[in-house]
């Protein structure tokens, strides 16, 4: 059978792009929270508890994310829970990685989905593919793996051929878990994100990094006894990985 030849595709640049999210979104974590019933609130100090004992015995505190911990501006709070010590290991989908590195690069992200795909320029844009894809083969490589490689290209530049500013890499989760040397885990499916369309996408090297990165979440799941494992928004990519991990 043929295969889809890739570079057939018009790819264009992400300022041409209409994002709807922006630094706006970003939530202070000093700020005041939400209203919580006494049922929800009595959840929450139970998982505070677990967190604060699994530090307190020096266990690993393990969190999973999907993309909407991105697209609902949890940034900021998670950065402040690294720097404090509350987090030795995330797991994350490909799309969280395109949200925060997209944030991290022009400070806006997320497409409008039912435009771009009436118009058939759905995720076809020329600066995540090469920058991700870069990354990636850069992990593949150097055997650093897929979060720690993007995390590198954000806070170091070097790695992505264009080597484009990232004017806001203070908010990027990715690059403040490189310069805290806190290891980020990427899981991949082959097809199912923006990057894996565009050109300089390789199924070899992706696979590679996705290998490492599955590696370096089974070893601290291996040490995870009075530790603390938080699923945050990760139906399905959380519980598949941990479970066999575990």
């Not at 992505?160 to 989760?173: E, F, R």
Request: with cysteine; proline share 3%.
């Amino acid at each position: 059978m043929k295969l889809f030849d890739r570079t057939k595709l018009k790819l264009k640049s992400l300022a041409e792009r209409e994002s709807k999210s922006d630094l706006s979104i970003l939530i202070n974590p000093l700020s005041k929270p939400p209203h919580i019933d006494k049922a929800e609130l009595s959840k929450l100090e139970e998982v505070a508890f677990s967190i604060k004992e699994s530090k307190r015995e020096k266990a690993p505190v393990v969190f999973a994310f999907g993309a909407h911990a991105i697209k609902n501006g949890l940034s900021k709070i998670i950065i402040s829970m690294m720097n404090e010590g509350y987090v030795q290991h995330i797991l994350v989908n490909e799309a969280f990685v395109i949200h925060d590195w997209e944030l991290a690069f022009q400070g806006k992200t997320e497409e409008d989905v039912k435009k771009y795909v009436n118009e058939g320029q759905f995720g076809l844009w020329d600066e995540t593919g090469l920058c991700l894809n870069a990354a990636i083969k850069f992990g593949a490589k150097s055997n650093a793996g897929y979060g720690q490689s993007v995390g590198r290209m954000i806070n170091d530049g070097g790695i992505c051929d264009i080597d484009l500013p990232h004017s806001y890499k203070s908010i990027s989760v990715l690059g403040n878990a490189y310069k805290l040397n806190i290891p980020m885990s990427v899981g991949v499916t082959i097809g199912q994100n923006i990057h894996h369309t565009h050109p300089r996408f390789s199924g070899e090297t992706i696979g590679k990094v996705g290998d490492i990165d599955f590696l370096k979440f089974v070893d601290t799941i291996y040490n995870l006894e009075n530790g603390t494992y938080l699923s945050v928004g990760s139906a399905i990519l959380s519980p598949q990985i941990f479970e066999k991990a575990l």
